[in-house]
């Protein structure tokens, strides 16, 4: 007869796990990849090493599973804006607002996300993290393109394009290294706003 985990085994399990991915988003918030090692997260989620590799077959696997958990998170937030209501530029301007500002709020965790260099695995969660707060901009669009708020327009196209200003705008800020005269980022954010919102609303090329 093969061996049925029980319901008591399972949420021990599931416990382990959840601390493992919890202990290495905040070593990976406050040092980057390079800082979330195997060992340093055993010890703070007081787990084997053994433990996390019997969750995760390897440091890449644990990585890209920590892009996927903070990517659903952040893309949520989006979703909830794109889905709200109102205009569509000021759903646009919001949601690039709100994401933007929770990024320079943990530039540590940010940067990781979006640019730090990674394992294969990791760039693989990074690009689907990209796709789906593309397909929520995109529902932004094409809201605004419907209701002759914003200017005719592949959306598609003009979510991935969207997408890259603005992950590419926080680039440099969020370097581990870089200079913070704007402490808070509101004038990055309104220019990077700015240029989106300049973007999607001008008329389209003859």
Known sequence: MPYRR????????????GRILRT???LVADGGFREAQIAAVAGLAEVGIGTIYRHFPSKADLFAEVVSAVSAREVNVVT???DSGGPA???LADALRVFATRAL??????NAMIVEPAEP?????RLRYRHALGRALA????DGVERGELATQDVEVASACVVGALLEGLVGPLAPKARHEDRDGSRLIDAIVAFCLRAVSGPAPA
């Open 6 to 17: 029980t319901d008591k085994v399972e949420a021990r399990l599931a416990d382990a796990r």
């Open 24 to 26: 290495a988003c905040q």
């Open 80 to 82: 909830r804006i794109a």
């Open 89 to 91: 530029p000021q759903r």
């Open 105 to 110: 709020q943990n530039r540590g965790l940010a």
């Open 121 to 125: 695995a990791v760039d693989e969660a």
């Open 139 to 142: 529902g932004i669009l094409a």
